[in-house]
T-cell receptor, first 118, second 108 residues
Framework: NAGVTQTPKFRVLKTGQSMTLLCAQD?????MYWYRQDPGMGLRLIHYSVGEGTTAKGEVPDGYNVSRLKKQNFLLGLESAAPSQTSVYFC?????????????????FGAGSRLTVL | KNEVEQSPQNLTAQEGEFITINCSYSVGISALHWLQQHPGGGIVSLFM???GKKKHGRLIATINIQEKHSSLHITASHPRDSAVYICAVRSAGNQFYFGTGTSLTVIP
């Protein structure tokens, strides 16, 4: 099925460890986003990408890095994990505005990745 | 400041009731999305609106661009509708802004 796939779904890290979350989409979407979701707060944008080879900072970028070497993949890295980064991470993708895809959902989320930093 | 405000934050309804969730936004937008998230689950886009009204089954979404306001209605609510409903807008600058969500519980 077409969509956005995130791996891993769950991860427990110790403070100071590093890890990478992978997001892959097969809808040929230009835009990709990484969000974090914390209790009582809305989705907050960490980083985003408007195309292959481009990335930009969002609302809460500190402590994270991203790369988009291929159009279909958007990686989120934590170089030195901290307990404050315990959260659920969502990747999403969307097409350029104005593009029409018959019956398509033009904002698609992955299933989420639950990260705990001890 | 929040670009997107939703109300109410929490809502409890009896099965069969008509439900309305409201969303107001402060930025210029190219589209508005209503999203659904079940407990512990992923996020699914229910509707994308740029004008008027859309209907899908028991769900109806409306938008008033001039008033910068949208509503999500659920007719004949059912316990399986229990979820968090999130309003999201796509700004003219192609950023998405999200409300904090409305937690809906439908009691049998």
């Amino acid at each position: 099925n077409a969509g956005v796939t995130q791996t891993p779904k769950f991860r427990v890290l110790k403070t100071g460890q590093s890890m990478t979350l992978l997001c892959a989409q097969d809808m040929n979407h230009e835009y990709m986003y990484w969000y974090r979701q914390d209790p009582g707060m809305g989705l907050r944008l960490i980083h985003y990408s408007v195309g292959e080879g481009t990335t930009a900072k969002g609302e809460v970028p500190d402590g994270y890095n991203v790369s988009r070497l291929k159009k279909q993949n958007f990686l989120l890295g934590l170089e030195s994990a901290a307990p404050s980064q315990t959260s659920v991470y969502f990747c999403a993708s969307s097409s350029y505005p104005g593009r029409t895809f018959s019956g398509a959902n033009v904002l698609t989320f992955g299933a989420g990745s639950r990260l705990t930093v001890l | 400041k929040n670009e997107v405000e939703q109300s109410p934050q929490n809502l409890t309804a009896q099965e069969g009731e008509f439900i309305t969730i409201n969303c107001s936004y402060s930025v210029g937008i190219s589209a508005l999305h209503w999203l659904q998230q079940h407990p512990g689950g992923g996020i699914v886009s229910l509707f994308m609106l740029s004008s008027g009204k859309k209907k899908h089954g028991r769900l109806i979404a409306t938008i008033n661009i001039q008033e910068k306001h949208s509503s999500l209605h659920i007719t004949a609510s059912h316990p399986r509708d229990s979820a968090v409903y999130i309003c999201a807008v796509r700004s003219a600058g192609n950023q998405f802004y999200f409300g904090t969500g409305t937690s809906l519980t439908v009691i049998p």
